[in-house]
């Protein structure tokens, strides 16, 4: 842990949630991850070894308690101090969203996180009482991390970095930097398919529900509209698209 040797609370708060990688782990938590794994997969650049430091770190400092005796079962959970810090990660996200993405370079694209972030902000009971696949392939991104399935069964979602070999309801096509700006609101779904920026082939009933399917991010600029559903994207960005597309 960095130590800034001062009594001042912002210098004490910082030496613990302010190292490399520990909001974007307290986020995962946050987020309802508790297993290593799960965490991990919020995290993939982060190695095992790190995480596993980081993990050791905030239950030291009384962020997180362990529970579960095997490894195979153990799992990590915010204390009290750990769900404080809520509102100090959403905040950061939207100022980070407002005043720090822009223009992501291509580093930044990681398609993992993405989906790994939109398999569980998802609405399962939009689509009916049956098991419904969606496949999505992404262009911008290394050819084998451009197609994932997500399985929508009677409630639950599963994530599939490869064929599940169940047949495929609903096909999406777009690319990464789209989807991003669609996930956090910053464009409409329906404006990026009406404009041909995502296409999506299947059953017209499915079609119709897939906007209302997507949750999409919890961490919104103020101001901007969620792009859920049939909701309309601002219109500077809407003349963007437009133009991109003529283009």
């Known amino acids: 842990m960095m130590r800034y040797g001062q009594f001042c609370p912002i210098a004490k708060a910082a030496e613990i949630v302010a190292e490399r990688w520990t909001p ?101 009971g939009v689509f009916p009482d049956r098991r419904v696949t969606v496949q999505f392939e992404f262009a911008g991104v290394p050819r084998n991390k451009s197609q994932w399935w997500v399985v929508n069964d009677r409630g639950s979602v599963d994530l599939c970095p490869k064929d599940p070999g169940f047949p495929v309801d609903l096909y999406v096509a777009t690319d990464i930097r789209t989807m991003i700006d669609i996930w956090f609101g910053k464009l409409a779904w329906n404006a990026c398919v009406h404009l041909g920026r995502v296409e999506v082939v299947g059953e017209r009933r499915l079609r119709e529900r897939l906007g209302s399917w997507f949750l999409l991010s919890p961490i919104q600029v103020t101001g901007h509209p969620t792009a859920r559903g049939t909701t309309t994207a601002p219109a500077a960005a809407l003349r963007n698209l437009e133009i991109s597309h003529a283009h």
């Open 24 to 124: 974007l782990v307290v986020h995962e938590l946050l987020a309802g991850s508790t297993r290593f794994n799960d965490i991990r997969r919020g995290v993939p650049l982060m190695s095992p070894t790190l995480l596993s430091a980081r993990l050791k770190e905030l239950e030291r400092v009384g962020i997180i308690e362990r529970r579960g005796g095997a490894t195979r079962m153990r799992e990590y959970h915010l204390t009290e101090a750990g769900l404080a810090l809520a509102p100090i990660i959403r905040q950061l996200g939207e100022w980070g969203l407002q005043y720090a993405q822009d223009p992501l370079e291509d580093g930044d694209l990681d398609v993992t996180v993405l989906v790994w972030n939109m398999r569980r902000r998802v609405d399962p």
